[in-house]
C-alpha cells in the first residue's frame, strides 16, 4: 500500500533488471515515495531497521523495494510512525527522500549499509562509485571513516539513535 506520493517508474536496466527512474526533475529534499510499512520483530530481505529489534516491512505492491543500492546514493531512507489502524498494529511510513537534486531519466536509490546494522546474506556491490565499499552487509561492515561519511551525508538520526545505540553486542540479522 502506498501513501500516494510517488515521483519514479519502474523499468528494467539490461545490467540491474528492473530499477526506479524519476519521472521527472526531483529537488534535493522532496519525498520521492511514501509507503505504508507494518514492524516486526524479523528482518527480511526487504525491511528498513527501524530499532534495535524492529523491522519496517513495505505492503506487496509497493516499489521501495526496487531502489537500488548506492554506494554514492542521491536518496536516503526516512521512517515516521503514524497512529495505530484497528488491528492495533504498528506502523511507519518509509519515505525515500531525494539528498540531492535528481534528473529527470536518473535512477535513483539509497546506501543499503544505512538500513540494517548487519546482513546476515551480504553480497557484492556492483555500483562502480569511486567511494564503493565493495561489499554490503550492514552499517556494522563498514569502517570508522565509512560510518563517519554516511553520518554527515544522511544525517539520519535513525542510525545514531536506534542502530548505534549499543548494538554491539546484539544479533540483528537478516532471515529468510
Not at 563498514?142 to 554516511?150: A, D, E, G, V
Request: hydrophobic share 35%; aromatic share 6%; charged share 20%.
Amino acid at each position: 500500500m502506498t501513501s500516494g506520493i510517488t515521483l519514479v517508474t519502474p523499468r528494467h536496466d539490461e545490467k540491474k533488471g528492473l530499477v526506479l527512474v524519476a519521472d521527472q526533475h526531483i529537488r534535493r529534499g522532496a519525498v520521492i515515495i511514501e509507503e505504508q510499512a507494518e514492524i516486526l520483530d524479523r528482518a527480511s530481505m526487504h525491511s528498513v531497521q527501524y530499532t534495535p529489534s524492529k523491522h519496517a516491512h513495505t505492503f506487496e505492491g509497493g516499489i521501495l523495494k526496487l531502489a537500488e543500492h548506492m554506494c554514492e546514493p542521491n536518496c536516503g531512507i526516512a521512517i515516521v510512525p503514524v497512529a495505530a489502524d484497528s488491528s492495533n498494529a504498528e506502523r511507519v511510513l518509509v519515505k525515500l527522500v531525494a539528498l540531492r537534486n535528481i534528473s529527470g531519466g536518473e535512477s535513483v536509490g539509497f546506501n543499503y549499509n544505512t538500513s540494517d546494522w548487519c546482513f546476515s546474506h551480504p553480497f557484492q556491490c556492483e555500483c562502480g562509485a569511486n567511494s564503493c565499499t565493495g561489499l554490503i552487509g550492514g552499517f556494522s561492515k563498514l569502517t570508522s571513516k565509512q560510518q563517519q561519511s554516511l553520518f554527515e551525508l544522511f544525517d539520519a538520526p535513525y542510525i545514531a539513535e536506534g542502530v548505534l545505540g549499543n548494538l554491539d553486542s546484539q544479533e540483528n540479522v537478516m532471515q529468510e
